[in-house]
């Protein structure tokens, strides 16, 4: 059997990059490769969306989210890492148009299935990420993400954050939910622990491997580290709620910069 070496896939993409005429420069991250859970496969995009509404009401945290962007029906929203759909499908409902975003097709394929079953014809989706996704549109009132930014190491973050704010409109809004750590450090050993133990008894066996590779390979931080980059990137944050040790959401404003 023929091995493919990292260096391959590698020269392939720099290789097909130039026949397309996309001249990435060598040292940009690439988000396609996706570290930690792949979500690159339409069987577990299926599981992902099972498995996550175990926990989660898509439909009541949508609300909140909109609530708390307090914008009128007549505005514009980009949902980046919009995986399955969770915000976009409710967002559709009520925004005049949605740009959904996502680095994953497999992802992107069950959100537009579930827009299409429910005849939402104001969601423009996009393949895309943090650092790679270009707004042609105007600039949007809001960007909302869920779930997606620990993809990208700190300084990377810090990349697609000063990208997003340019995709706003000044005093537009950014709200940011994610897997950001605000626990005590000291304890860090048995509070991971105990939360995937938690997690898992919530909704099923296959939940520990995924929390797992979350902490093993994925990059959630640390909520300061999280507030320094979001008023770097441009960003005044308004509310910033902490639940739990694990789970972060930030309100920010764009600054007039
Ligand atoms: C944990 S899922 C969250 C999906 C959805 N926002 C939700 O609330 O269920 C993470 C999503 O981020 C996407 N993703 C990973 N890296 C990304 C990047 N660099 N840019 C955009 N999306 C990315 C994945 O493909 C996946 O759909």
Known sequence: MIKVREMDIELYRNYMNELNGKAEPGWQYDETKLCGVNYNDTWRAWVYDRCQQKFR??????????????????????????????????????????????????????????????????????????????????????VVSVKAL???????????????????????????????????????????????QSMTNRTEPGMKWDLE?????EYSTCGWIMEGLLQRAGFKIETADYKDGFLAAYLCTKDII
């Open 57 to 142: 009401d898509y439909k009541a945290e949508s609300d909140e989210i909109i609530a708390a962007l307090d914008m009128g029906k007549n505005q514009t929203v980009i949902d980046i890492g919009c995986g399955t759909g969770a915000f976009t499908i409710h967002a559709a409902k009520y925004f005049k148009k949605v740009f959904a975003i996502d680095i994953s097709k497999a992802m992107l394929r069950r959100a537009r299935k579930k827009a299409g079953i429910l005849k939402l014809g104001n969601i423009k989706f996009c393949k895309g990420g943090f650092l790679t996704y270009k707004h042609d549109d105007e600039p949007v009132d809001a």
């Open 150 to 196: 620990h993809h990208l190491p700190d300084f990377w973050k810090l990349v697609g954050l000063k990208r997003i704010a340019r995709m706003i409109k000044t005093g537009g809004k950014l709200y940011i939910k994610d897997v950001v750590f605000s626990f005590d450090m000291d304890g860090y050993e048995s509070r991971i622990k105990s939360f995937i």
């Open 213 to 217: 590779t979350h902490f093993r390979q």
